[in-house]
């Protein structure tokens, strides 16, 4: 089965230093990742995505991700972070041949920007 | 261009009733995807539409069922409500079925169940 996880459930950090949210993956053949960020009572919202090509994918709002596939990682990563950035994001993966719209998510991290 | 519209925002039933919620896709768009968000299980799929068919179903048992109209719009139903249930419910929509389509994300109805 699928799998995603995210090492941590919480990271606080202190306005305008850099962040980095972690995300493993359990390993396949192909894969699509994706991050999303969720502010409060709001839906999701896509801020990157990996379907090929280069390993280094720019998203919204400064935010960068890199896919390393002998590490079945996708960290998430802000060089310098902003109050606005207080929000839960979650990583997700879709395996190609999988045919229709389907992620399964990891269960978060909650990002706390301290001013 | 309007996002993507689920109706109820907010819901509180009893234990053994029965739900319906609505989503109306962005307009264009013809595939329409449930999650249940919960804090102990996290993001969940639910089911996927495409053009009135169900393509995909996760695990959830029978009580949670869903159709999409001619229009796109889409209802999922939740019978013999559990407490369990009480979540967020998110839809989303995309153009097509492929990946590399967005998918975007309504706000939601938070379901309570007392």
């Known amino acids: 089965a699928q799998s995603v996880t995210q090492l941590d459930s919480q990271v606080p950090v202190f306005e305008e230093a850099p962040v980095e949210l972690r995300c493993n993956y359990s390993s396949s053949v192909s894969v699509y990742l994706f991050w999303y960020v969720q502010y409060p009572n709001q839906g999701l919202q896509l801020l990157l995505k990996?379907?090929?090509?280069?390993?280094l994918v720019k998203g919204i709002n400064g935010f960068e991700a890199e896919f390393n596939k002998s590490q079945t990682s996708f960290h998430l990563r802000k060089p310098s972070v902003h109050i606005s950035d207080t929000a839960e994001y979650f990583c997700a993966v879709a395996y190609s041949g999988a045919g229709s719209y389907q992620l399964t998510f990891g269960k978060g991290t909650k990002l706390s920007v301290i001013p | 261009k309007a996002g993507v519209t689920q109706t109820p925002r907010y819901l509180i039933k009893t234990r053994g009733q029965q739900v319906t919620l609505s989503c109306s896709p962005i307009?264009?768009?013809?595939?329409v995807s449930w999650y249940q968000q919960t804090p102990g299980q996290g993001l969940q799929f639910l089911f996927e539409y495409f053009s009135e068919t169900q393509r995909n179903k996760g695990n959830f048992p029978g009580r949670f069922s869903g159709r999409q109209f001619s229009n796109s719009r889409s209802e999922m139903n939740v019978s013999t409500l559990e407490l369990g249930d009480s979540a967020l419910y998110l839809c989303?929509?995309?153009?097509?079925?492929?990946?590399?389509?967005?998918?975007?994300f309504g706000q939601g109805t938070r379901l309570t169940v007392v």
């Open positions: 307009s264009g768009h013809r595939s």
């Open positions: 990996y379907l090929s090509g280069s390993t």
């Open positions: 989303a929509s995309s153009p097509g079925l492929f990946l590399n389509t967005e998918a975007f």
